[in-house]
């Protein structure tokens, strides 16, 4: 089942183009005298270069396997040695993970997706542990707050996203969870431009007005108690289509795995949650819209 699962990312693929960034990150770096310490050693020393342990953390979010451990204990160390000629142990591979930090965010930038004009934005909480247990909990203290949706309370971080109608990553944001979800969007939204539809927790007369200087329309459900006002038809539709960002999240969760109580630092916790939206955008089919325009049918044959 698990080798199944894994095919569904291309590992080649995500090496290949892991390594180049890598190599023209290093490059860049080594100029600016940055990748050396005082004593001129490299800051990073290891036979596993940060590219493949890139790969193997970006891999992990597409093999099916519930924890890291079981990935590469299992999956990689007896199956992947022909590939990753210099593994290393379980232990060492876990101490070089935070060293992928960043270099996995800036390489997750590099994978947004195109602007096309219709954007879908929302949050989702980020539990680190079950809220009986959020007194006891010590890793996260400081950074991670409550909130509440629907389903309940949660104790832990935000994640803010925003999607195009094709189910591609635009931005995405981590707050703690007690964030107000209208506060990350002007600087979401930097790059946007056409229509960005959101639930009722953005209505702001002040964020609309600020977005809509920048050519991004914010469009929202209206709350019972307001004054309703006439939508245009085609926003109307695309309104309904919100639920697209949350089965984008449900994803991320069930499939990339971004979500669990098992962090034991946040270094490692960071370059899950970063590993996991890079495994979302190799995916080869995402949740989309499916807006592109189709050719019109062929006439049939005319008779004479």
Known sequence: MNSTI????????????????????????????????????????????????????????????????????????????????????????????????????????TRKGEVTGISFIDSTPIEVCHPKRSRSHRVF???????????????????????????????????PGNVDDRKPVPDLTQDLIGKLFGDRGYISQELFEQLYQQGLELITRRKKKMKQQLVKLIDKILLRKRALIETVYDQLKNISQIEHSRHRSIWNFLVNLLAGLTAYTYLPRKPSLDLEPKGLPALPPAVF
């Open 141 to 175: 203290e400081g950074m991670v707050g409550w909130s509440k949706n629907s389903v309940g309370w949660h104790y832990g971080f935000k994640l803010h996203l925003i999607i195009n109608d094709r189910g591609e990553l635009l931005a995405f944001k981590l707050t």
């Open 6 to 109: 894994v095919s569904r990312l291309d590992v080649t693929q995500i090496f290949c183009e892991v390594d180049d960034f890598y190599q023209t990150f290093e490059r860049h770096w080594q100029q600016q005298m940055l990748l050396t310490a005082s004593c001129g050693e490299r800051l990073c020393r290891s036979r596993l270069s940060l590219s493949e342990v890139m790969t193997i953390v970006i891999a992990f979010h597409g093999s099916g396997y519930r924890t890291f451990k079981e990935f590469y204990t299992l999956q990689v160390l007896p199956g992947w040695r022909q590939a990753f000629p210099h593994l290393v142990s379980y232990t060492r591979f876990v101490e070089l993970m935070p060293w992928s930090l960043m270099l996995l965010c800036c390489f997750v930038q």
